[in-house]
């Protein structure tokens, strides 16, 4: 079939990217739902730096490639194999299949798939190859998922189903922002009563941290982000109190779990020192390749410090989205507090600007199916 989506041309080009335009949007073939996948109508896809670090060259994939990894829509066909899944049933996309026989996929989400990481390194399905060619040429998938456009196709692995009542834009965000810093907060850092949280970066990935944190109520929950319009919404959600990086080691502060969610050397810096004696950094930001930080390896030993890295928030996603789809449910996961702003998929390359910016904690495209083919 015929689709219309937001394709990455080149890497590394200048910003701003409304200027230089690396994305162009595009007229595609998608191939047919193979065996053990399924044809996905797209509904909300939402931006992420995971995205920007391919545009930018932090993260080299091949092009063309078909951005996109944090995405729901409803199923419209199921390929040979696939027989839980019904069309105009809701899912949401998760960007790092499991193919369940690798040993890292028995870590209980603790390590990535093996397979499932290959494959999303070299632009193709978990199954292999791609399914989107344009003007006879091949397009390259981002993370198994390749959400900016109207409709996917993606490998039941990365697939989760939700009800109905939970909405695309809600869904979609379930995917990525909330998997991985929310999942950081319940899998990695796993908060015992009386336990502060702080959370050092406030994208949309740190602010579902500091939602999830503030929902489970077991101890303060402090942000932590340069940007003051940033510290003003983690009070509004719940966050006992927020600071500047300058401000929070000026004072002391510090706490048992710090989650660094910015991809930032100076920020796990910040991370590190604002661990307390005995506690635990975990970093689910993705800094550039060669950046690097500086801490005293002293503290960690003399006041029994650990880091830890949390890909995905540590999670399986067949077992967390619901759990968050359930907070949400319950009114106490505000993940619509998280968009700050929707746009249609035209919007794709000045949405990039802003998001490298950092002026948005998450933007989510909405697509229009009015002139699907």
């Not at 999670?315 to 702003?341: C, H, K, M, N, Y």
Request: charged fraction near 20%; include cysteine.
């Amino acid at each position: 079939m015929r689709i219309k989506g937001a394709v990455l041309e080149r890497i590394g080009s200048p910003r701003p990217f409304a200027q230089s335009r690396p994305i162009t949007i595009s007229e595609l073939e998608l191939d047919p739902p193979g065996p053990g996948e399924v044809l996905i109508r797209i509904e909300a896809a939402g931006l992420c730096h995971s995205d920007l670090s391919v545009v930018d060259g932090n993260r080299v994939r091949p092009v063309p490639m078909l951005l996109g990894h944090e995405a729901a829509g409803q199923v419209v066909e199921t390929g040979p194999g696939v027989d839980d899944l019904t069309p105009g049933q809701r899912v949401v996309m998760t960007f790092l299949p499991r193919c369940g026989q690798c040993p890292n996929c028995h870590t209980d989400g603790r390590l990535p798939c093996t397979p499932g990481s290959a494959a999303n390194n070299a632009g193709q399905m978990l199954t292999g190859g791609s399914r989107l060619h344009r003007d006879g040429e091949l397009v390259h998938h981002h993370l198994g998922v390749s959400g900016f456009a109207d409709h996917a196709v993606v490998d039941r692995r990365s697939l989760v189903p939700v009800d109905s009542d939970v909405p695309p834009v809600v869904a979609a965000v379930l995917g990525c922002a909330v998997l991985t810093g929310g999942g950081a907060v319940l899998n990695t850092g796993a908060p015992e009563e009386g336990d502060a949280i702080i959370i050092v970066g406030l994208g949309g990935v740190g602010m579902a941290a500091l939602i999830t944190a503030v929902s489970l109520a077991k101890g303060p929950v402090i942000g932590v982000d340069a940007v003051a319009d940033k510290l003003e919404t983690a009070r509004r959600l719940g966050a006992e109190a927020a600071y500047t990086p300058q401000e929070a080691l000026a004072e002391g502060v510090n706490a048992p779990i710090v989650i660094e969610a910015a991809g930032n050397a100076r920020a796990f810096e910040t991370a590190v020192s604002l661990t307390g004696v005995g506690g635990r950094t975990i970093t689910v930001g993705l800094p550039a390749p060669d950046a690097r930080a500086s801490i005293a390896p002293l503290g960690l030993t003399a006041e029994a410090r650990t880091i830890v890295g949390s890909y995905l928030g540590s999670s399986v996603p067949a077992r967390d989205i619901p759990t968050f789809a359930q907070l949400w449910r319950e009114g106490r996961l505000p993940v619509e507090e998280l968009v700050t702003d929707t746009m249609p998929l035209e919007s794709i390359n000045e949405a990039m600007d802003s998001l490298a910016e950092g002026k948005a904690i998450r933007q989510v495209i909405t697509i229009s199916h009015e002139e699907t083919k």
